[in-house]
């Protein structure tokens, strides 16, 4: 099968230069804005959001990509139109601000959430988030769960260009059932032809899963537990905020 | 006896399952959450289903629905969403149930059906255990929940508790069933589609 325009997930982007955090920082990032995005409000919320964009444009550039994605814009408009819809219901606001405020917040920590979850996982290659599980001895699971988190944005969009084609093409107008198992067969088939290029990878590599004698690959780099420390004194630097 | 661990090739497919079924638990599932849909645990495990148990054809060993699930719970619990944690274990007890049901014999149509129809009925019992048992709001109130939502959504009256709870059940075996169906006419069309082309080795 020819496929020449067809990017490896295996291959990943040309890092920066500088110093660049090693899987274990990356977690201590993610976590540091999946943290403070579900516990903050208000103005400690504007202010976590700018520290967390600020160390994606650092480490994690990809998430703010997010950013500029428009189907993820559509998702957050609907999201806050809906939560200002049942907050209008639900009470009359003292304010406009008191109006605005929840679905903002909303809207503001899917945003946060969407970019951290998408800057870890272009970050990170297979190996690196294989190596998180397998030193928490999930060796099978580590393996498969590298595949799955450097494929999900792949599998996104080829499901999404497959639903556009078939929809283009009027697939939901009639028969749908078909139409839904005509899409499933696409996109399930278009995914399994990476298999055989990230397969032929990890045995270039040598990677072997299940041996015994094998160590890890390595998750943290020199660095890594300064920066952890910086983010977990920033992030309780950002809740004692006004208080 | 020890089993066969999963070749690289099999943890490949079974990763990019995984990836189809977080893909749709993170971005259906999301929006079906915030939209407050009734039944979207059915819907999501019906679309889950309907997605993952084809990973039998392509790595056709007892296992590989499980570890499929197990991979997309952890996806699900890095995922954006408010709720993840209890979503995350439905999806772990449904691969489970899947996987008992596929493990029965030689995977066939009618085990793809059984599978579905057997780990759609999980979205049922979801809400006792997790709001029952583990928020501490006691099963009786999660019963009376259940009963409403099922009275309310097909017009039958909450006393006719022996009937709604049929009908409950048998909406969830159905779609589980047909869930099941698609993944197997799924699960053989892409094997035939991979064949052709010569790409990748199926069952």
Known sequence: MAVCNRPDPAIRQARPAGWQPGPIGHLACLLFTVVLALVTTGGRLLVAAGVAFAVMALWQGAGLKALANRRLGAMLLVLVA???????????PDSPAGLWQVPAELGLRALLLASAMLGFSRALSISDVSGLLERAGLREVGFAAGVA??????????ASDAYQAL?????????????VRLLLVTVIANSLAYADDIS??????????????????????RGDGLLATVLSLTALGILALGR | MRRR??????LVCIGIFAALWGAVEMSVGAALHVA???????????????????????????????LAGSVTALLKLISVGGTVLTPAVAILIES???????????????????AGGVAALWPLVHPFLTVGILAGRGLPSVYAATIQTGARVFGLSPAALLGIAGVLVTLHAGVGVIA????????????????????????
């Open chain 1, 167 to 179: 929809r283009l093409r009027g697939g939901f107008r009639r028969r749908r059932l078909r139409a």
């Open chain 1, 149 to 158: 988190v450097n494929m999900l944005p792949l599998v996104a969009e080829t």
């Open chain 2, 180 to 203: 099941g169906l698609i993944a197997w006419e799924v699960g053989r069309a892409v094997s035939a589609r991979l064949r052709q082309d010569g790409s990748v080795q199926s069952a």
């Open chain 2, 5 to 10: 661990p999963f070749g690289i090739r099999e």
């Open chain 1, 200 to 221: 032929g990878a990890a045995e270039a590599r040598a990677y072997r899963p299940h041996d015994r004698g094998r160590r890890p690959p390595p998750v943290a780099r």
């Open chain 1, 82 to 92: 809906s939560a200002a819809w049942i907050t209008v219901a639900r009470r009359a």
């Open chain 2, 96 to 114: 489970a149930l899947a996987e008992t049901v596929l493990s029965i014999g030689r995977p066939r149509r009618l085990s793809f059906a059984a």
């Open chain 2, 36 to 66: 407050s849909v009734p039944f979207r645990g059915l819907m999501l495990t019906g679309a889950g289903i309907a997605i993952a148990l084809p990973v039998r054809w392509f790595v056709p060993r007892r296992g590989s629905v499980l």
